[in-house]
C-alpha cells in the first residue's frame, strides 16, 4: 500500500507557471510601450514630422490632418551631445497615405535631418522633401 507522503508534490514554480508568464510577458509589453513612446517622442522624430506637415507637397497628397503611426521601425544612437536616427513614420491623411523615411544626426546637442523622404503608397517613386533649398528647422538642444 503506498502512503500520502510517497506521492510527491510539483514545486512552487511549476505550481505557480502561468503566473510567472503572465507576469513576464506584462513586463515585456510594458518595455515595448516604453520605448515606442520613447521613439515617437523624440526630438529628431518630431522634427521629421514637423517639416513634412509643414511641406506643401506632403500636404498636397496626404491631406490634413495627418497621423503618425505608432509602431515603425526605429534605430536611434545617442552619445552625450552627439547621435544617429534612422527610422520610418508611416503617416495617413484623408487623401492618402505613406512613408516618412528620415536619416538624423545629432551634433553639439542639435539634431538636424539628413535625409527626408516621403513615398506614398503605391507609388513607386520617393520624393526628396529636403531638396530645392528646403528650409529646415533645427530642434533645440536639449
Not at 509589453?29 to 513612446?37: E, K, N
Not at 520610418?88 to 528620415?102: A, H, N, Q
Request: glycine share 10%; hydrophobic share 40%.
Amino acid at each position: 500500500m503506498e502512503s500520502a507522503m510517497d506521492e510527491t508534490r510539483p514545486g512552487w514554480f511549476r505550481t505557480h507557471l502561468t503566473l510567472v508568464l503572465v507576469v513576464w510577458a506584462g513586463l515585456g509589453l510594458l518595455a515595448g510601450v516604453y520605448a515606442c513612446t520613447l521613439v515617437r517622442t523624440s526630438d529628431v522624430t518630431k522634427l521629421a514630422i514637423t517639416t513634412a506637415v509643414s511641406n506643401p507637397v506632403v500636404l498636397e497628397q496626404v491631406g490634413s490632418p495627418m497621423q503618425t503611426g505608432w509602431l515603425f521601425p526605429a534605430k536611434i544612437t545617442l552619445r552625450r551631445d552627439s547621435g544617429h536616427a534612422r527610422f520610418s513614420i508611416p503617416i495617413s491623411g484623408p487623401r492618402g497615405s505613406g512613408t516618412l523615411y528620415t536619416e538624423g544626426l545629432k551634433e553639439a546637442g542639435v539634431w538636424r535631418l539628413v535625409m527626408l523622404e516621403f513615398k506614398k503608397y503605391g507609388s513607386p517613386d520617393r520624393i526628396d522633401l529636403l531638396a530645392n533649398g528646403a528650409i529646415q528647422p533645427a530642434a533645440p538642444p536639449q
